[in-house]
């Protein structure tokens, strides 16, 4: 684990459309690591008005930063490539299903994200193909 690492994170929003954010570790204080989204205009930009003066801007929200312990890992969720993301993703979305069988609404839910998931799983593989 080193700073410019890339790691992403995949999940469904509300209107049933798959996502995946790039997330970058920013920077290692010990004992904490930083990762950062890199979201155009929001964290990173055009940082003067020199030629190709590009990074990232400060200061970063806390909205759009994540710490985590360096001993621990990366957080759950985090991977290292996009597949992975949505395994992942999918794996929790199953995990969901699993732990509230009674509740039909939270089922309902699962079950569409997994459909979303799944179909965006076979695209992102055979796309590595």
């Known amino acids: 684990m080193k700073t410019g690492d890339i790691y992403y994170r995949a999940g469904v929003?509300?209107?049933?459309k798959t996502y995946v954010d790039e997330w970058i570790?920013?920077?290692?204080?010990?004992?904490y690591g930083y990762l950062v989204?890199?979201?155009k205009a929001v964290t990173w930009g055009k940082r003067s008005t020199k030629n190709g003066d590009?990074?990232?801007?400060?200061?970063?929200?806390?909205?759009?930063?994540?710490?985590?312990?360096?001993v621990?890992?990366?957080?759950?969720?985090y991977a290292r490539t996009k597949s992975a993301a949505f395994r992942?993703?999918?794996?929790?979305?199953?995990?969901?299903r699993k732990k509230w069988p009674d509740d039909p609404e939270i089922v309902a839910?699962?079950?569409a994200?997994?459909?979303?998931?799944?179909?965006?799983l076979k695209r992102e593989s055979s796309a590595a193909q």
């Open 13 to 16: 929003d509300e209107t049933g």
């Open 25 to 31: 570790l920013r920077t290692i204080r010990q004992p």
């Open 37 to 39: 989204i890199k979201l």
């Open 54 to 70: 590009f990074g990232w801007l400060d200061p970063i929200d806390p909205l759009f930063r994540t710490r985590f312990k360096v």
């Open 72 to 77: 621990d890992g990366v957080p759950g969720g």
């Open 88 to 96: 992942k993703a999918l794996a929790e979305a199953r995990a969901s």
């Open 109 to 111: 839910e699962a079950d």
């Open 113 to 120: 994200e997994i459909a979303a998931l799944t179909k965006r």
